[in-house]
């Protein structure tokens, strides 16, 4: 099922149908280890949205609270030989292939939830970078208890020259203002997401494609219960947090982002998250 925060409300979509939970708190509801039993409960003909469910759904807010969002990279091949290029010059291609390698993955702090966006909201790119990219990541939600309890589309926009000039500007080329969107939705499941659930990302100018790639969370090196366990090692996060786990798909070097081109990020069973560049 599928969970939206809105302005108006917070809606489950169901087995094609579509039900609002009177007086839940979305941030009390996004950390329940069991928001699937939860959110079925609201499933019942008495909360079923008849009427004005477009509009509804055009309101679709960042399916997000106060939660901390977290990003790990280098968890795809394709995102470390990218890596290991953009960072040649600066004699920091090792790091990549290092901790591709490691054990331990790399973790860093992306966004607090202010900062992030949601779906048909705008993105940025740096003023201060010539070379810029979104990354398409399934996000994991996270509760205070480590269990992963839900699935959403991540937009980890990244200044690439920036990291690439020393990784130590990692921060700076990560997180900025509209650098991290979220959405649409929350998708909640029983059982783990497919390891064949697809990715893909498609790139607009001028209503034009000027870069198409897919790629699928199989392809991710590390397994999604070993990068939470990482992310929880010596931290807590009493209302649960977000963590976008990498990307494997990365436009070709000559590519950059420019001011109006549209993403489109899709991951199967999620549906599809959309931000303008501003």
């Given at each position: 099922m599928k969970l939206y925060k809105t302005k108006t409300a917070v809606v489950v979509e169901?087995?094609?149908?579509?039900?609002?939970?009177?007086?839940?708190?979305?941030?009390?509801?996004?950390?329940?280890?069991?928001?699937?039993?939860?959110?079925?409960?609201?499933?019942?003909?008495?909360?079923?949205i008849d009427n004005d469910l477009e509009v509804l759904l055009k309101q679709v807010l960042p399916p997000i609270d106060q939660q901390e969002v977290w990003a790990a990279g280098v968890t795809y091949y394709r995102s470390k030989t990218a890596r290991m290029e953009e960072s040649k010059d600066s004699g920091g291609s090792s790091f990549y292939d290092r901790v591709y390698e490691a054990a331990r993955p790399e973790l860093f702090f992306k966004s607090t939830a202010a900062r992030v966006v949601g779906h048909q909201a705008l993105v940025r790119i740096r003023k201060d970078s010539q070379w810029s990219v979104p990354e398409p990541e399934l996000t994991l939600l996270i509760s205070p208890n480590k269990k992963i309890i839900g699935?959403?589309?991540?937009?980890?926009?990244?200044?690439?020259?920036?990291?690439?000039?020393?990784?130590?500007?990692?921060?700076?080329?990560?997180?900025?203002?509209?650098?991290?969107?979220?959405?649409?939705?929350?998708?909640?499941?029983?059982?783990?997401?497919?390891?064949?659930?697809?990715?893909?990302?498609?790139?607009?100018?001028?209503?034009?494609?000027?870069?198409e790639g897919t790629t699928k969370v199989e392809n991710i090196k590390r397994s999604l219960e070993s990068l939470v366990a990482y992310l929880f090692a010596e931290m807590?996060?009493?209302?649960?947090?977000?963590?976008?786990?990498?990307?494997?798909?990365?436009?070709?070097?000559?590519?950059?982002?420019?001011?109006?081109?549209r993403i489109e990020i899709t991951i199967d069973g999620i549906g599809t998250l959309i931000n303008t560049v501003a």
């Open positions: 169901f087995e094609d149908e579509f039900y609002e939970c009177p007086k839940a708190v979305f941030g009390a509801l996004i950390q329940r280890d069991d928001l699937f039993k939860t959110l079925l409960s609201y499933c019942v003909p008495e909360h079923r699935y959403t589309v991540g937009n980890d926009m990244s200044a690439r020259d920036i990291e690439g000039e020393n990784p130590l500007y990692l921060p700076q080329a990560k997180s900025y203002t509209g650098a991290a969107a979220l959405g649409p939705c929350v998708l909640v499941l029983e059982q783990p997401i497919s390891k064949t659930t697809q990715i893909a990302m498609i790139i607009y100018r001028n209503e034009t494609t000027v870069f807590e996060f009493p209302q649960g947090c977000f963590l976008m786990t990498g990307t494997g798909i990365v436009p070709d070097d000559t590519f950059t982002l420019q001011s109006q081109d």
